[in-house]
C-alpha cells in the first residue's frame, strides 16, 4: 500500500487555503435574483394576510410567494434513504407557521439590498395561537402543532403519531429487564437531560439555480445530500426528477446541518417559476432559527449490577424534543439505544423505549453523532454513577462489562432489520486497547493520586480537580440501508476519471477515495482524477452521513477498482493476443508471463484509437452488511473554581478505534474537531429559548462555539486496527468522536466538586448552585 | 460615492454606496477569499489587513478604506505558501472556509511579535473561529511555521 | 441593517462636531464596529479615522489617550501596562480576536457607556477624566453615570498616574463570551476604587463596600462583609448570561479574588 495510511495533503487544500472562489456563493451567476424569506416572529400562528404592497414598490423587487402561490405538496426535509422514517410534515410554504423563524413569505428582487429592504416592508396578519414548548408534556396534548391532515409517513412502522404529538416511537427489549434488576445487588435509576447544540458550521446554507440549455433546472447547493435533495426537490415542487440536476461545489462545513433540505427549495422554486438564476444566502441569524439543531433529549436510565460490578441490565426511556418538523426525529431517538446500549453486551436484559414529540421549538435534526451523543452522554454518565456507588474504579467497570474483540449481542441481530439470524461478532472491535491505551496515555492511576495529594492545597486557592472517562461506538454507515457506488473510467492517456456520489463537506474525502483507488488499482495518485456529487454525472451515493463516506462509499470505490483491474486485463489480453491467464495488471502496468509489458498510457491509447475502440468503464456499489462500529475511549481531567463553579478542561485523551487510518492526519483532526465539539456540548453551548418559544442567542455574538482559549490539551491515540469488511481495514471517524467528552467531564466535575451535574450545559452558575445546593432555575 | 483603496497592491477607483461594508465590495471586485459566515463580527472569515492591520472586512464600512491599502488572502499567496504547507500537512485545512481569515491573522501575528507563547498565539488568532479542526493542529502548524518550518508532525 | 445616505470625512473636531449636530440623523463613526448590529438610517455618517485623534501620550502626571486610539493600542501599551499592573490589559484582552482590537476605539467605548464592557470597568477605578468636545472635562464616573449633557463628541480621555495596585477580575461561560459579571479594583494612596459591571448593567462604583476595605486585609471575615456591602450597594440583574442571585455571589467571590491580588502587588 502507498497512499493508504499516509497522511497526504488534501488534494483541494491549496484552491480553499488560497482563498479561491470554490463555495457554492462564489459560483453563483452575477445576473441571479436574490431571495429573502420572511420568517415568522411567533411561535404558533395562523397567517391570516400577507400585504405586499409596499414590498411591491421597493425598486428591484421582482415578486412575492406565499402558500397560496404554490401547489400544496407535503414532503420530509430529511437526508435519508427513501421510504423515509421521517414524516412528511413540510411544505415549502404554509398557513401556519410553527415556531419562532418558520418561513413565511419568499421575496424575489434584482439585488440583495431590494430583496432585505423588500422583505422588511411585507406586512403579515397573524392569528397567534398558544404554542407548545414544553416537550415533557407535548404528547397527547390539546395544541396540535400540525393540524394539517394531509400529512404522512412513508414508512408505517416509525410509531408517527400526529394527532399526539408524536414524531416518533421506538422500542426494544431483549430478556427480562425486570427480572434483572431484581436479582441486581445495587440499582441506579437516574434521569440525564442534554440540550440543543447548534452545529455552527462556518459557511451558512446557501443554493442558487438555474435552468440549463436542455430547459432542466440545475440546483448548486452547499448539501451533503445531493442524490436525497433531488429527490425531495422533485416531489416538492412537482417536477420529474429527472428533470432536475444538484451538484455539490466545496462546502465551509456542515456537521448535519445540510443533511435537510434547507435553503435549496426557495431558488429551485424561483427558478421553476422564472426560469431565471436565483439564488439565497442564509444569515447567520437565519441558520439558528431557520434550520435545525441537536435534538434536545431527557433519558431515565435504569442499571442493574451485582455488588462485584457484573451489569445485569439497562433500561433506558428517551424523550426527544424535534421541535416544529419530525424530519430525523424518530431515527436520532432510536440510535440512542440502538448504538449505545451494544456496547455492553453482557448484560441479562436490556430495554430501550424512545419517543419523539412535536413542540413549537425550533426543529431537531441531524448533528454529528446524531442521538448516540445523547444516549452516550446519559447511559455513562449512569455508569459513573454506578462506579461509585459500587466504590469501584470506572475504568475497570468498564473493561469488567464492555463488549471486547470477537464477542457479539444479541441486540444486533434484534434491532437492525434484514440482518442475518447469525451473531454478529465485533471481529475488529479494539475497545479494550482504547481503554488502556487511553487510560496510559492519560496516566489515570498516576493523576488521579496526584490530585488526591495536592487536593488540599488546590483547596486553599479555591479550585479542585477531578477526572472522568466513558467509552462510545457509533457505526461506520447503515447496514442495509444507505448504499454508495463509485464508476472508474479509463482514458486515453493512461489516467481515471473516478466518479462518486460521495459529497466532501471539508472531511476530505475526495483525498481519501483517491488513495483508496490509488491502491485499488496500484497506480500513482496523480492517475486518478476524481468528481463528485453531481447527480447527472456521479452514482448514486446516499450521502455524507452515518459515517459512511470512507466504509460504504470506499468499498464502492475498491469495487469498481476491482472490476476495472479485471476489464484492463481482459481487454490487453484482446491487443496483445495472448491467454487472459498470462497477463497481469500489476504496479500500473500490464505484464504478460512471456515477459512483454506494456504501460497504461500505450495500452489505453490502442484500445481508443484503434485496435479494439472500447471505452472502459467499471461501477461498483456497496452496502454495508452488518454493522461495523468504530470505538472509543475518552478521558478528561477538569479544575472546578470553588468559589465560581467555572470549569476548565485541562486535558483530554481520546483513543479512538476506527479500524485503518486511511489518512492518519485527517483521522486525527476529525477526531479533535469532535472532541471539541464535544466540550463545547459539555461546558457552555446552548440553544437558549425564550419563553415565548423565541430563540435568544441567535448569533455568534450570543451563541458561543468553543474558540482557541477553551481548551488546554488534547491528545489523541490512533489505535490501529483493521476491519476485514472495510475498505483497506478501515471502519469510520466522523461522528464517535463528539461523544465521549460530555460524560467524562461531568464525572470530572463530579469527582472534583461533588456536585453531579444532571442537565448540560455545566455551566459555571449550574455548577456553583449545585455546590451551594440551590436550586438551578432555568433562565426564561 | 468613489473611494480609492489600493488592493493587494493595484490602485482601484471603486464606486460605492456609503454603507457598503468592504467584505461585500471586496467580494463584489472578485475577491472571493473574503468570505461571509455571521452578521456580528463574531468569526474572522472575513479578515483582511488594512494598513497592515487586522480588521474585520465585514465590520469596516467600504469608505472607511479610502484612501487606505487593502490585503487579502489573493494579495499573499506567495507570502502564505508555508503556513499553507504547514496546515496542509496536518489536515486542518478542512473545509477551508476559515482557512483565509486565520492565515491572514496568521500573518499579521508574525508581523507584529516575536517569539510569541503559545498563550500569546492564541490570542492573536482568538478572533478566528474554526468548527472543524479542533485548534490542536492549527497552533501545531503555526509553532512550527515561526519557526521555521522543522518541526514534525507530532503522533 | 444600517443605512448611510452620506459619508463625511471632516477637517477638525469642531468640524466634525458642527456636522454631527446639523442633524439628528447624523451620526459620528469611530472604529464603527458593531455599527451595523442597531438599525438606524443615518444621514450623514461622520468619520473620525482621518482626525489626529489617534495616540497614547505619556506625560509626567498621568496619560492622554485619543479617542480613535485602538484597544489593540492600549492593551500593548509598554507604559499604562507597568504603570497599572497590566490592567487594561487583563481588561481588553478578553474581547474576542486581534481584529475587534484593531477596530474598537476608546472613545467610542466610553460614549457608548455599555454594560458589558470589560474596558470601562476598569478605567473606572483609575483617575479619569473625558473630554468631550462641547461640554469639557468630566469625571469619568459621572460621565458613565449620566450620560453627555447634549450631544457631544469624545476628543480624548486622561487618566491620572499614581502609585497604586490594580487588579480586573471578571468570569465568563467560555473565553469568547462576554462576561456574566466583571470587577476591578484599585489601591491609589490609601484609597480603594471599586467597580463592577456587567450586573448587566453598566460598570459603577461601590463607594461604601471601597470605604470599608480601607486599611484592611484580606481575611475571611473582611472578605465575607466586604461582599455582603458590595451585594446590598449596587443593584445586580439577571438576563441570559446568570441570573440576579448569582451575580451577588459572584461579585463577591471576584471582589476577594481582586482583594488578593491587590494586595499581592503592593508587597
Known sequence: ?780 | MKINININGREKEIEIAPDDYLSEVLRKEGYLGVKKGCDTESCGVCTIHLNDVAVLSCGTLAAKAHGKSVTTIEGVDKKAERIRHEMAKRGVDQCGFCGPGTIMSILYLERVTTNPTDSEIKRYLKGNLCRCSGYVGQLEAVKSYLEGGHNEVCE | MITIRNYYFPKGIEDAYNKLTERKSNALIGGGAYLKLGSKAIGTAVDLSSLPLEYIDEKETGYEIGAMTTFSKVMLHEGLNRDFDSLFQRAIENIVGMQLKNMVTVGATVYSRYGFSDFLTALLVTNTKVKLFKEGWVPLEEFLENGPEQRDLVEKIRIEKTRGSYSFQDLRKSSSDYSIINLALSKEEHRYRLAVGARPRRAKLAVKTADFLKDRTPSEETMEKAGELLAGELVFGTNARGTKEYRKAMAKALLKKAFLEVSAHED
Not at chain 1, 344 to 356: E, I, L, R, T, W
Open chain 1, 1 to 780: 500500500m502507498k497512499y493508504v495510511n499516509d497522511s497526504i495533503k488534501k488534494i483541494d487544500s491549496d484552491a480553499l487555503l488560497r482563498g479561491k472562489g470554490v463555495y457554492t456563493d462564489d459560483l453563483s451567476p452575477k445576473d441571479a435574483l436574490w431571495i429573502k424569506v420572511v420568517r415568522s416572529p411567533h411561535a404558533f400562528a395562523k397567517i391570516l394576510t400577507v400585504d405586499d404592497r409596499l414590498t411591491m414598490r421597493v425598486p428591484g423587487v421582482e415578486m412575492v410567494l406565499t402558500y397560496k402561490d404554490i401547489k400544496r405538496i407535503p414532503f420530509t426535509r430529511a437526508g435519508q434513504n427513501y421510504p423515509e422514517f421521517s414524516p412528511y410534515d413540510k411544505f415549502i410554504l404554509d398557513e401556519y407557521v410553527r415556531h419562532v423563524g418558520d418561513d413565511v413569505a419568499i421575496v424575489v428582487a434584482e439585488n440583495e439590498k431590494s430583496a432585505e429592504m423588500g422583505a422588511k416592508r411585507l406586512k403579515v396578519d397573524y392569528e397567534v395561537l398558544e404554542p407548545l414548548l414544553d416537550f415533557t408534556i407535548a404528547e397527547g396534548h390539546s395544541t396540535l402543532v400540525h393540524p394539517e391532515e394531509d400529512n404522512f409517513i412513508p414508512v408505517d412502522s416509525a410509531g408517527y403519531q400526529r394527532e399526539k404529538n408524536l414524531a416518533g416511537e421506538i422500542g426494544f427489549d431483549i430478556g427480562d429487564i425486570d427480572e434483572a434488576l431484581e436479582q441486581s445487588d445495587v440499582v441506579i435509576r437516574t434521569t440525564y437531560e442534554s440540550q440543543a447544540q447548534a452545529q455552527s458550521m462556518m459557511e451558512t446554507q446557501r443554493a442558487f439555480s438555474y435552468e440549463d440549455v436542455y430547459g432542466r433546472l440545475v440546483v448548486v447547493s452547499a448539501t451533503q445530500v445531493p442524490f436525497h435533495l433531488r429527490r425531495t426537490l422533485a416531489r416538492a415542487l412537482d417536477l420529474p426528477m429527472s428533470k432536475i440536476r444538484v451538484i455539490k461545489p466545496r462546502i465551509g462545513g456542515g456537521f448535519g446541518s445540510k443533511q435537510s433540505v434547507h435553503a435549496e427549495v426557495y431558488p429551485a422554486l424561483v427558478t421553476k417559476l422564472t426560469g431565471k438564476p436565483s439564488k439565497i444566502v442564509y444569515t447567520r441569524k437565519e441558520v439558528f432559527k431557520g434550520t435545525t439543531s441537536r435534538h434536545k433529549m431527557r433519558f431515565e436510565v435504569t442499571l442493574g449490577a451485582t455488588k462485584d460490578g457484573d451489569l445485569l441490565g439497562i433500561k433506558m426511556n428517551g424523550l426527544s424534543d424535534t421541535g416544529a418538523y419530525g424530519e430525523h426525529a424518530n431515527t436520532t431517538m432510536g440510535t440512542t439505544g440502538k448504538k449505545v446500549m451494544p456496547i455492553y453486551n453482557k448484560v441479562k436484559a436490556s430495554s430501550f423505549h424512545g419517543k419523539a414529540v412535536y413542540t413549537n421549538n425550533l426543529p431537531g435534526g441531524a448533528f454529528r453523532g446524531y442521538g448516540v451523543t445523547q444516549g452516550t452522554f446519559a447511559l455513562e454518565s449512569a455508569m459513573n454513577e454506578l462506579a461509585e456507588k459500587l466504590k469501584m474504579d470506572p475504568v475497570k467497570l468498564r473493561e469488567r462489562n464492555m463488549i471486547k474483540k470477537g464477542e457479539t449481542t444479541p441486540l444486533y441481530n434484534l434491532i437492525r432489520e434484514g440482518l442475518p439470524p447469525e451473531p454478529v461478532y465485533m471481529n475488529s472491535c479494539e475497545l479494550e486497547a482504547c481503554v488502556k491505551r487511553g487510560k496510559e496515555r492519560f496516566q489515570w492511576d498516576e493523576r488521579n493520586r496526584r490530585i488526591e495529594r495536592e487536593k488540599d492545597f488546590l483547596k486553599k486557592k479555591g479550585k479542585a480537580r477531578g477526572t472522568g472517562m466513558a467509552i462510545a461506538q457509533q457505526g461506520s454507515g447503515l447496514p442495509k440501508v444507505d448504499m454508495a457506488g463509485a464508476t472508474i473510467k479509463l482514458n486515453d492517456d493512461g489516467f481515471f476519471t473516478l466518479l462518486v456520489g460521495a459529497t466532501d463537506l471539508g472531511t476530505g474525502c475526495d483525498t481519501i477515495l483517491s488513495q483508496i483507488a490509488a491502491d485499488a488499482l496500484e497506480v500513482s495518485m496523480d492517475k486518478i482524477n476524481i468528481h463528485a456529487a453531481d447527480t447527472d454525472l456521479s452514482p448514486f451515493d446516499s450521502g455524507a452521513y452515518a459515517s459512511s463516506t470512507t466504509y460504504t462509499s470506499g468499498n464502492a470505490v475498491i469495487e469498481a477498482c476491482r472490476k476495472m483491474r479485471v476489464l484492463i486485463t481482459e481487454y490487453a489480453a484482446k491487443v496483445l493476443e495472448e491467454d487472459e491467464e498470462d497477463v497481469s495488471f500489476q504496479q500500473g502496468k500490464i505484464l504478460t508471463s512471456a515477459g512483454k509489458e506494456l504501460s497504461l498510457e500505450e495500452f489505453s491509447k490502442v484500445i481508443t484509437y484503434s485496435l479494439v475502440y472500447e471505452q472502459l468503464t467499471a461501477t461498483g456499489s456497496f452496502v454495508p452488511k452488518i454493522p461495523v462500529p468504530p470505538y472509543m475511549a475518552g478521558f478528561a481531567e477538569v479544575e472546578v473554581d470553588l468559589d465560581t463553579g467555572k470549569v476548565e478542561l485541562l486535558d483530554f485523551v481520546g483513543a479512538v478505534d476506527c479500524g485503518t487510518a486511511i489518512n492518519p492526519a485527517l483521522a486525527r483532526v476529525q477526531a479533535e474537531g469532535g472532541i471539541v465539539q464535544g466540550i463545547g456540548l459539555a461546558l457552555f453551548e446552548d440553544v437558549n429559548v425564550s419563553s415565548k418559544g423565541k430563540l435568544k442567542n441567535n448569533s455568534f455574538m450570543q451563541y458561543k462555539i468553543p474558540a482557541r482559549n477553551d481548551l488546554h490539551r488534547i491528545q489523541i491515540e490512533l489505535i490501529e486496527g483493521h476491519d476485514d469488511t472495510g475498505p483497506f481495514g478501515a471502519k469510520a471517524i466522523g461522528e464517535i468522536v463528539v461523544n465521549t467528552p460530555s460524560p467524562a467531564i461531568i464525572e470530572a466535575i463530579c469527582q472534583a466538586a461533588g456536585v453531579r451535574i444532571r442537565s448540560l450545559p455545566a455551566t459555571p452558575e449550574k455548577v456553583w448552585k449545585a455546590m451551594n445546593n440551590r436550586h438551578y432555575v432555568p433562565e426564561k
